[in-house]
């Protein structure tokens, strides 16, 4: 059987179940469980295209659901694939 690597829980698998579980994600969290990295996000928060987020303070909190949808948007099916369906 394979391993987990959880980028979360310091590469073992025992400490994965808690983030899996998270509802919110810091811009670090989404980089290590979705690929999208720190910089990326802010330049998408910048022209207003990116994931909703939440903001407490200078805190920035994606909410789960929102990245996943986000990323399900952008699905594409061959590189000529533009989104806008048939």
Not at 27 to 45: D, H, I, N, P, S
Request: charged share 30%; glycine share 12%.
């Amino acid at each position: 059987m394979q391993s987990h690597f959880c980028p979360l829980a310091g590469g073992s698998e025992a400490g994965c179940a808690g983030h899996l579980k998270k509802e919110y994600f810091t811009e670090q969290e989404v980089e290590a469980v979705f690929g999208l990295t720190c910089a990326y996000l802010r330049k998408r928060r910048n022209y207003g295209d990116g994931p909703t987020y939440r903001k407490i303070g200078r805190k920035v909190l994606y909410p789960r659901v929102e990245v996943e949808a986000w990323l399900d948007a952008r699905t594409r099916t061959s590189t000529s694939d533009d989104g806008r369906g048939a």
